[in-house]
């Protein structure tokens, strides 16, 4: 099932960042320290300011493993919904800036060497939020008729899981993600940190 899982992170991660024309990303040893740190500028183009979801991961080489940037740190991919890294309640910025360490505690690249840095974000759009409004109508109309004969879903009481999937679905649709960087080898150790 994993496997499966990962076919389709590729398939989703197959094409460029069509929308995106500010896209940057490097390794650098930075200030001093001696873990590789990965730097990223994302423009989000027309839909800066409109609410959505940010998303950053990496992939390997022969693309058997694949992680994402969570706001709990870098986390394995496992299935299901892609882990964002960022929620733009207010709005997406129009330039995302991003330096994190890549996962572990290494002083080197190595290994990560060959992986694909991708990004992506997708908007929460006024077509979605009526969407949710409707579907949010419907549920409360539904409740008690669903709770008696047992069909009520603990994921009905909120819409969170519902609008992270409309989301990922706008992104993916209209195709704003793609891979920005392969990962080089980077040996913060001998570079003394700078």
């Given at each position: 099932m994993k496997i499966k899982s990962l076919v389709a992170l590729i398939a989703v991660f197959s094409s460029m960042v069509s929308a995106n024309a500010q896209v940057s990303?490097?390794?650098?040893?930075?200030?001093?320290?001696?873990?590789?740190i990965l730097k990223i500028s994302y423009g989000t183009g027309k839909d800066a300011r409109t609410p959505g979801l940010f998303w950053i991961g990496i992939l390997s080489e022969d693309q058997t493993k694949g992680s994402f940037l969570t706001t709990r740190g870098w986390e394995d991919y496992q299935g299901g919904l892609y882990p964002y890294q960022?929620?733009?309640?207010?709005?997406?910025?129009?330039?995302?800036?991003?330096?994190?360490?890549?996962?572990?505690?290494?002083t080197s690249t190595v290994a990560w060497v060959g992986y694909r840095v991708y990004v992506g974000h997708g908007v929460y759009s006024q077509e979605n939020r009526q969407r949710v409004a409707n579907r949010r109508a419907v549920l409360d109309a539904s409740k008690e008729r669903l709770v008696a004969k047992g069909g009520w879903r603990p994921e009905y009481e909120t819409d969170e899981y519902y609008i992270w999937t409309l989301v990922q679905r706008d992104m993916m649709n209209n195709k704003k993600y793609?891979?920005?960087?392969t990962i080089p080898f980077i040996d913060c150790d001998i570079q003394g940190g700078g």
């Amino acid at each position: 099932m994993k496997i499966k899982s990962l076919v389709a992170l590729i398939a989703v991660f197959s094409s460029m960042v069509s929308a995106n024309a500010q896209v940057s990303a490097e390794v650098v040893c930075d200030g001093g320290k001696t873990t590789p740190i990965l730097k990223i500028s994302y423009g989000t183009g027309k839909d800066a300011r409109t609410p959505g979801l940010f998303w950053i991961g990496i992939l390997s080489e022969d693309q058997t493993k694949g992680s994402f940037l969570t706001t709990r740190g870098w986390e394995d991919y496992q299935g299901g919904l892609y882990p964002y890294q960022a929620r733009f309640d207010g709005g997406l910025a129009p330039v995302i800036n991003l330096s994190t360490a890549l996962p572990g505690s290494y002083t080197s690249t190595v290994a990560w060497v060959g992986y694909r840095v991708y990004v992506g974000h997708g908007v929460y759009s006024q077509e979605n939020r009526q969407r949710v409004a409707n579907r949010r109508a419907v549920l409360d109309a539904s409740k008690e008729r669903l709770v008696a004969k047992g069909g009520w879903r603990p994921e009905y009481e909120t819409d969170e899981y519902y609008i992270w999937t409309l989301v990922q679905r706008d992104m993916m649709n209209n195709k704003k993600y793609g891979p920005i960087f392969t990962i080089p080898f980077i040996d913060c150790d001998i570079q003394g940190g700078g």
